[in-house]
């Protein structure tokens, strides 16, 4: 596979429920994004990882903790989610300190909460 | 501090109309990267062009054109004859070293081409 790939593409979960959302990109990339889009709001960038370490954390609420086993693969759990959380969450990937063509992106996934 | 503005929350045009979305910019950097981004309804986000605080020259690409005007903080992205498969989201976005490499997006700008 090639790019950034997000699964699930779509999740309804209830507020109790604990998920996680996964990102795997295969571009030779050191660097990966979770981002947060909101029904007519700007991108929210939530996490930043380069070389697996995080280095920014915007303020995100604890019910949202995320995780870089490696360079590859990024995941966001969630558990005991608001109504006001249901939002597109974007991975993206780069190459730390290159910016040729900004961010890679995936295609999000779509998360419900009831 | 880093922001972008793109005031055309949405625009609606007919198929072969030429339409303009508008991006200005804030930054204290002197050394900055501009990007345009299209977000069709499939999600994610796809790349279109990147231009760097030194190079002012317009681009042309196709039926796309960027007019990347310093003076003016604006960096704005033209469609000529527009096509229903224009439709999409466009974000513009920044990129800084003041803001540790990282992108700030705009609010974005929904397009719809009607046919």
């Known amino acids: 596979e090639t790019g950034v790939t997000q699964t699930p593409r779509h999740l309804v979960m209830g507020m109790t429920n604990k998920k996680s959302l996964k990102c795997e990109q295969h571009l030779g990339h050191n660097a990966m994004y979770w981002y947060k889009q909101s029904a007519k709001k700007p991108l929210e960038l939530m996490f930043v990882?380069?070389?697996?370490?995080?280095?920014e954390n915007n303020s995100v609420p604890s019910r949202f903790s995320p995780e870089c086993p490696n360079s590859s693969h990024l995941f966001l759990h969630l558990h005991t989610l608001q109504p006001e959380d249901s939002a597109l969450y974007l991975c993206?990937?780069?190459?730390?300190?290159?910016?040729?063509?900004?961010?890679?992106f995936g295609s999000g996934t779509r998360l419900t909460v009831v | 501090a880093q922001k972008v503005t793109q005031a055309q929350t949405e625009i609606s045009v007919v198929e072969k109309e030429d339409v303009t979305l508008d991006c200005v910019y804030e930054?204290?950097?002197?050394?900055?990267?501009l990007f345009w981004y299209k977000q069709p309804p499939s999600g994610e986000l796809v790349f279109l062009i990147r231009r760097n605080s030194f190079d002012e020259q317009n681009e042309i690409s196709g039926r796309y054109s960027w007019n990347f005007q310093k003076s003016t903080s604006s960096f704005n992205f033209t469609i000529t004859a527009s096509q229903v498969v224009d439709s999409a989201v466009y974000f513009c976005?920044?990129?800084?070293?003041?803001?540790?490499?990282?992108?700030?997006f705009g609010a974005g700008t929904i397009l719809r081409v009607k046919s």
């Open positions: 990882y380069n070389f697996k370490e995080q280095t």
């Open positions: 993206a990937s780069s190459q730390w300190g290159m910016d040729l063509y900004g961010y890679t």
């Open positions: 976005a920044l990129r800084t070293y003041e803001y540790g490499n990282k992108l700030v």
């Open positions: 930054t204290r950097d002197t050394t900055y990267y």
